[in-house]
């Protein structure tokens, strides 16, 4: 299994970009990255994901280098909405269930 | 589409009771998936499901049971409730499960163990 490291917490302002890195050291040929956004009280949702370069939606983008060792989760102008914890998973496409969420990354938007 | 639903959404029970979590999806998934999450933390696998009739163990299953009998419900339960069972419970479901394939999440259920 790939362990992901990801920061605990980090702060931003309204209007900010946002740029949350996740660490993936051993990462895996078949190996996909996704993220995941969490609010209080709710369940998890997807954000996006990518398995190289970069991948944009009308939430994020995700940027892949090449050794894929690790990935950045952009969020453009982030609100006070956009205040969640955030997962970065490293999963296969092969059979067999290998998702795992981490401690996530907790961002505080402030005003 | 109602996506995922759980019920209930808050429980509390005391030491030693036993209850059921139910878990349903309206989006033919074949796969279901049953995760805790303690105050802070990540969400921990407990149990899951590859289709009708299957079930399989997650990361933390002690003290836990599940049934899938029916592809459209996946249940999970509690036969003899303790303290440490405190968490909130959240129900998942995927297309596939591979590693790629986005799980749709339910809201939660909020369960209190005295």
Same mark, same amino acid.
């Given at each position: 299994?790939?362990?992901?490291?990801?920061?605990?917490?980090?702060?931003?302002?309204?209007?900010?970009?946002?740029?949350? /890195?996740?660490?993936?050291?051993?990462?895996?040929?078949?190996?996909?990255? /996704?993220?995941?956004?969490?609010?209080?009280?709710?369940?998890?949702?997807?954000?996006?994901?990518?398995?190289?370069?970069?991948?944009?939606?009308?939430?994020?983008? @995700?940027?892949?280098?090449?050794?894929?060792?690790?990935?950045?989760?952009? @969020?453009?102008?982030? !609100? @006070? !909405?956009? /205040?969640?914890? +955030? +997962?970065? @998973?490293?999963?296969?496409?092969?059979?067999?269930?290998?998702?795992?969420?981490?401690?996530? /990354?907790?961002?505080?938007?402030?005003? | 589409? %109602?996506? *995922?639903?759980?019920? $209930? =959404? &808050?429980?509390?029970? =005391?030491?030693?009771?036993?209850?059921?979590? #139910?878990?349903?999806?309206?989006?033919?998934?074949?796969?279901?998936?049953?995760?805790?999450?303690? $105050?802070?933390?990540?969400?921990? #696998?407990?149990?899951?499901? *590859?289709?009708?009739?299957?079930?399989?163990?997650?990361? *933390?299953?002690?003290?836990?049971? *599940?049934?899938? #009998? =029916? =592809?459209?419900?996946?249940?999970?339960?509690?036969?003899? %409730?303790?303290?440490?069972?405190?968490?909130?419970?959240?129900? %998942?479901?995927? &297309?596939?499960?591979?590693?790629?394939?986005?799980?749709? &999440?339910? $809201?939660?259920?909020?369960?209190?163990?005295?």
């Amino acid at each position: 299994l790939a362990k992901t490291t990801q920061p605990i917490s980090m702060d931003s302002y309204e209007g900010q970009e946002v740029n949350i /890195t996740c660490s993936h050291n051993n990462i895996a040929t078949n190996d996909y990255i /996704t993220w995941y956004q969490q609010f209080p009280s709710q369940g998890p949702r997807f954000i996006i994901q990518g398995y190289k370069t970069k991948v944009t939606n009308e939430v994020a983008s @995700l940027f892949i280098p090449a050794d894929r060792k690790s990935s950045t989760l952009s @969020l453009p102008r982030v !609100s @006070l !909405s956009d /205040t969640a914890v +955030y +997962y970065c @998973l490293v999963g296969g496409n092969t059979g067999g269930f290998k998702t795992i969420f981490g401690a996530g /990354t907790r961002l505080f938007v402030k005003a | 589409n %109602a996506g *995922v639903t759980q019920t $209930p =959404k &808050f429980r509390v029970l =005391k030491t030693g009771q036993s209850m059921t979590l #139910l878990c349903a999806q309206d989006m033919n998934h074949e796969y279901m998936y049953w995760y805790r999450q303690d $105050p802070g933390m990540g969400l921990r #696998l407990i149990h899951y499901s *590859v289709g009708e009739g299957t079930t399989a163990k997650g990361e *933390v299953p002690d003290g836990y049971n *599940v049934s899938r #009998l =029916k =592809k459209q419900n996946f249940l999970l339960g509690l036969e003899s %409730a303790a303290p440490s069972q405190t968490s909130v419970y959240f129900c %998942a479901s995927s &297309f596939q499960d591979r590693g790629i394939d986005e799980q749709y &999440f339910g $809201p939660g259920t909020r369960l209190t163990v005295t």
